[in-house]
């Protein structure tokens, strides 16, 4: 099935398509423009639609705006993610909140008890981090959707970060992303993707 084909089938138009997977890149560099609080907010509004198990919607999102939050945040970043951290018009600490069983009678209602099924800390964090990291992926879509780069990074001190940003252990880090629109940076070819056969089986 040739790309064109595949695209037709899709409800999506093709120019969405494009800007949301085919176009987009993950950026490094990015222009001074700044992200603003509305974007933010919009692009909020559009993920949050998207599914978690049982609607736990885990995922805290932290805006470091002051120069001080930058500091503190590159203080616990790898030293080679360092410039991009520190030149991004926004950077967005993506959180998963491990107390999120306390929300569930609010956004499950129709199963008031739900959050007894978190009783155990431990399942309540593994249940917290695959659902942020899935939100995760929901947000850098959105941000895209914005018409906005995503730079997500891992190489960073975790510890240091809960302990900065979420020192009451509440929460834990699954990411930073920087935010804005793409600058210019040296550019190569879109890495290779593995193909529909190298990936899918039927049982």
Do not use: C, W
Request: charged share 25%; hydrophobic share 45%.
């Amino acid at each position: 099935m040739t790309p064109e084909e595949s695209s037709r089938l899709l409800a999506l138009a093709p120019a969405a398509q494009d800007l949301l997977f085919r176009e987009a890149r993950t950026a490094t560099a990015f222009a001074p423009e700044a992200v603003r609080d509305d974007q933010v907010r919009a692009i909020y509004d559009l993920v949050k639609f998207a599914p978690t198990s049982m609607n736990q919607q885990p995922m805290r999102i932290v805006l470091l705006r002051s120069q001080q939050a930058r500091r503190d945040v590159l203080a616990h970043v790898a030293r080679g993610n360092r410039a991009k951290v520190a030149s991004a018009p926004l950077v967005a600490l993506l959180a998963a909140d491990l107390r999120f069983h306390e929300t569930l009678p609010r956004v499950f209602p129709h199963r008031p008890q739900a959050g007894d099924l978190f009783a155990d800390p431990g399942v309540r964090r593994e249940s917290a981090l695959f659902n942020t990291a899935l939100q995760v992926a929901y947000f850098i879509v959105g941000v895209r959707a914005a018409g906005l780069a995503a730079g997500p990074i891992i190489g960073y001190d975790a510890d240091g970060i809960n302990k900065t940003f979420f020192g009451d252990g509440s929460k834990e880090i699954v990411t930073l992303v920087n935010i804005g629109r793409p600058g210019k940076e040296a550019e190569h070819p879109r890495l290779p993707r593995l193909a529909y056969h190298d990936v899918v089986t039927i049982a």
